[in-house]
T-cell receptor, first 119, second 115 residues
């Protein structure tokens, strides 16, 4: 089975340019998460979707960041305009809902990440 | 809000020995899950082991086991018979009752296995 797919794997761009990161979650998973990882701040949750609906975007750093999930198999994270401080590894992860008895919280499956460098 | 503390920024262990990576958590949720992930130098995040707060037994997955002490709010990862390939960053994480929310990661522990 294919895991979470992210593209591009590496992106180098200049300050002020628009950057779009893409993610395809695992088929059947209905929760999707976007994370950012830096040395200084560790792993930060930016936004997550449940059934294609954004549930919590409180981690999105500012209005320059936006995320969409038009259908169950595709999501984008856009940065416009990009800044050097946005340089990081961006991970997408997906999971299927908690449930069952006893209640089971399900692990997230991560994509390989996109390494973004903004010059 | 939930919080994960990993007090060991770095750890060293001799190959074939066991090592314990510490994790303490803070949550007000009556029910929650605890997770450990491994991130090798290649960068991917690999799920290792899960413990539910109501699980009666400590979780085990091969050489990984979780020493879950609910009253102390700790969920330490034990790796037995360390291998060179175990050298990586290890992250503890928790998820609570707000569905899909509060999947919080700790700062991580870098484990180095020495030959």
């Amino acid at each position: 089975d294919a895991g979470v797919i992210q593209s591009p794997r590496h992106e180098v761009t200049e300050m002020g340019q628009e950057v779009t990161l893409r993610c395809k979650p695992i088929s059947g998973h209905n929760s999707l998460f976007w994370y950012r990882q830096t040395m200084m701040r560790g792993l930060e949750l930016l936004i997550y979707f449940n059934n294609n609906v954004p549930i919590d975007d409180s981690g999105m750093p500012e209005d320059r960041f936006s995320a969409k999930m038009p259908n169950a198999s595709f999501s984008t994270l856009k940065i416009q305009p990009s800044e050097p401080r946005d340089s990081a590894v961006y991970f997408c992860a997906s999971s299927f809902p908690q449930g069952g008895y006893p209640l089971r919280y399900n692990e997230q499956f991560f994509g390989p990440g996109t390494r973004l460098t903004v010059l | 809000a939930q919080k994960i503390t990993q007090t060991q920024p770095g750890m060293f262990v001799q190959e074939k020995e066991a090592v314990t990576l510490d994790c303490t958590y803070d949550t007000s949720d009556p029910s929650y899950g605890l997770f450990w992930y491994k991130q090798p130098s290649s960068g991917e995040m690999i799920f290792l082991i899960y413990q539910g707060s109501y699980d009666q037994q400590n979780a085990t997955e091969g050489r990984y086991s979780l020493n879950f002490q609910k009253a102390r709010k700790s969920a330490n990862l034990v790796i037995s018979a360390s291998q060179l390939g175990d050298s990586a960053m290890y992250f503890c994480a928790t998820e609570g009752d707000n569905y899909g929310q509060n999947f919080v990661f700790g700062p991580g522990t870098r484990l180095s296995v020495l030959p």
